[in-house]
């Protein structure tokens, strides 16, 4: 079974994030709820606290197939800051393997140059952020291994192409049908 982290910290936008971890867990995919602080419970940026599955420093990399962040302010500016999760997020990048974001957070890839000669899309006040990028207006927008969503009201299209990438897509469809997604 594929495995999927996705960041909170603190500030993080709570629909992004939890929408796309429903529709995954719905998926069957093993998907972990990570605080990239010591702290299990991380407050959104509408004062909504979650309690993470782990800590950042609980997490194996290896075991992931994917490294998941949602946007959301101040949370992408936490995110962005954390070394460590950068550090791992440029692992993915350089090996190839799925990363994703939300919102702000596609400015993240942007300014480390990961949308260079690539399709992506995000908030529109941060598409100036999306360097070398061909930008879009797209819900979701998958370029090779690089995965980018536009805000709170495509949360729902990111989990079902997440769900697209490692469950196929007929599950994807699957899954539209039965949350009674506009698509189907």
Known sequence: MSRI?????????????LAVVDI??????????VSVTEERSVESSHGV???MDKTFS??????YDMLLLPGGMPGTKNLEAHEGLMAQIDAFY???????AICAAPSIFGHRGFLKGRRACSYPTFESHLEGATVTKGPVEIDGHVVTS??????????????GIFCGQEKSDELAKAIVYKQV
């Open 5 to 17: 982290a996705i960041f909170f910290a603190q500030g993080y936008e709570e629909v992004e994030a």
């Open 24 to 33: 995954c867990r719905r998926a069957g995919l093993d998907i972990d709820m």
């Open 49 to 51: 606290v979650v309690q």
């Open 58 to 63: 609980q997490v194996d990399f290896d075991s």
């Open 94 to 100: 350089a090996a190839d393997k799925y990363i994703g």
């Open 150 to 163: 536009r805000g709170m009201g495509t949360a729902v299209d990111l989990g079902l192409a997440v769900a």
